[in-house]
């Protein structure tokens, strides 16, 4: 049995090649990636500081606080959905403009949330994450669907680990000025100030986009080498059923993926509470510092991991990616130690980097023309499961076993975290020639 990749992706340009071909692309991928990297200072600047928002500027209890956060993350994934349809019919201008819009209303509206009387706190709370999500899900399609109509076959490996990579380096950008925006050694705005501060972001990338993004008709533009064919056209490389809930296959491949899905949501949900609890306060007043570490890691190893792994077929590389990942939580499994905590990070990191976009990359590619968007989100379905139902008890297990007061133990929790997350490349293993004689199926 081989474990390389079919040949389309055998036949893939060096990586100052893919990177040169990319730069002669026209205008309209690179604004892509601007809306991708604005947006992900933004939303990501809410949420490493969401759970701590709640608990301290409006004293939400853990346990509610993480529900609350899961209505964000889950609905982001669950309105995917909806929102590649959307994304699909207004075209990825339009789409982008609405979604900036709605992402600039409900982050001001959760930046004034603390003003509200106590009766009206979950209402104000809700609509507002309800808000955010819905211009999330919106924007994450037409994302994915604005990469695969701006750039080539050829070059669609590295155009979307790209896109993976710049999402991380707007992550890294708030993550080192968030500290500054709220503590004392800085502007002292608190956590309240960094959400009005993403909030002017947003509508300053809205006011931007409009002005500057061309309209688009569904085909590449500029594409480095005419005679390919734009990733949008019909081609070889749509593998898969018109509709995805018909391939049992492709529905397990998703779905397998949600265990280890949940220590991306314990990135917010729990790793903040437990740095602040449990180290130091130098430590804990820069802990963003140490979510800065993981896309950090990935805007660097992406690209490099997609070309050296490229011939790799995509199934072996979620089994090494995932088991990476799952394998890291258990450095945590030890008493707390910021050393440890940076190796955690760092090794957790490499295996996101070894299958995350490789993932998004596979997804888009089953896509008929057309359908990329709704595609995008029946595949992204796992991560509502996963971040939706992590919030149900992460916040428990917080207070369990990493509490505000009293004993803590925080190895237990990681170590069952571990456990959990571990159920991923098991069952990608042992599913493995299965998916595998599908996929050959389909190329066939």
């Known amino acids: 049995m081989s474990d390389q990749a079919p040949q389309e992706e055998a036949d893939t340009p060096g990586l100052m090649e893919a990177l040169s071909g990319l730069i002669k692309t026209g205008p309209a991928y690179w604004l892509v990636n601007l809306v991708n990297f604005t947006d992900g200072i933004a939303y990501f600047g ?45 075209g990825i201008r339009n789409a982008m403009t609405l979604s900036l819009a709605l992402g600039f209303v409900g982050r001001a509206a959760l930046w004034q949330c603390d003003k509200l009387p106590a009766s009206f706190l979950p209402m104000g709370v809700v609509l507002s994450l ?145 740095i602040t609890r449990c180290f130091g306060q130098a430590v804990s007043d820069k802990f963003e510092w140490f979510n800065a570490l993981n896309p950090l890691v990935i805007f660097f190893a992406v690209p490099i991991l997609c070309h050296l792994t490229a011939r790799v077929h995509v199934l072996r590389m979620m089994i090494i990616g995932t088991a990476v990942s799952a394998g890291a939580t258990f450095l945590l499994s030890l008493p707390p130690d910021v050393g440890r905590l940076v190796a955690y990070v760092l090794v ?38 996963a971040k939706f139902t992590t919030g149900l008890y992460s916040g428990a297990m917080l207070t369990r076993y990493v509490p505000m007061e009293g004993t803590r133990s925080p190895e237990a929790l990681w170590t069952i975290y571990g456990f959990i997350a571990c159920v991923s490349p098991v069952g990608l293993l042992l599913a493995y020639p299965w998916l595998r004689a599908g996929d050959k199926e389909k190329t066939q």
């Open 46 to 90: 809410i949420l490493n500081i969401l759970v701590l928002y709640f608990s301290h500027d409006l004293h939400i209890p853990d346990q509610y606080a993480s529900v609350y956060v899961s209505v964000l993350t889950g609905l982001v994934a669950l309105l995917m959905v909806p929102g590649g349809w959307i994304s699909d019919s207004l």
């Open 348 to 385: 957790f990191s490499l295996g996101e980097a070894l299958w995350a976009s490789r993932f998004l990359e596979y997804v888009a590619r089953l896509a008929p023309p057309g359908k990329v968007g709704a595609y995008m989100g029946v595949g992204n379905l796992p991560w509502f499961l």
């Open 130 to 274: 309800v808000v955010m999500a819905f211009a999330t899900g919106i924007l994450q399609t037409a994302l994915y669907a604005g990469v695969k109509e701006t750039t080539t076959v050829r070059l669609s490996s590295m155009a979307f680990s790209l896109l993976y990579a710049i999402m991380n380096l707007g992550i890294v950008v708030e993550s080192l000025a968030s500290p500054y925006v709220r503590t004392q050694s800085g502007l002292n705005l608190g956590y309240g100030g960094v959400i009005g501060l993403m909030a002017l972001i947003t509508f300053l990338q809205l006011a931007l986009h409009v002005f500057t993004f061309p309209r688009m008709d569904g085909v590449a533009q500029a594409a480095p080498d005419a005679t390919e064919e734009p990733i949008g056209i019909e081609s070889a490389d749509n593998l898969g059923p018109a509709n995805p809930l018909a391939d049992p296959r492709f529905l397990f491949f998703i779905f397998i993926l949600l265990p280890v899905r949940t220590l991306f949501a314990h990135q917010w949900l729990t790793l903040g509470p437990y």
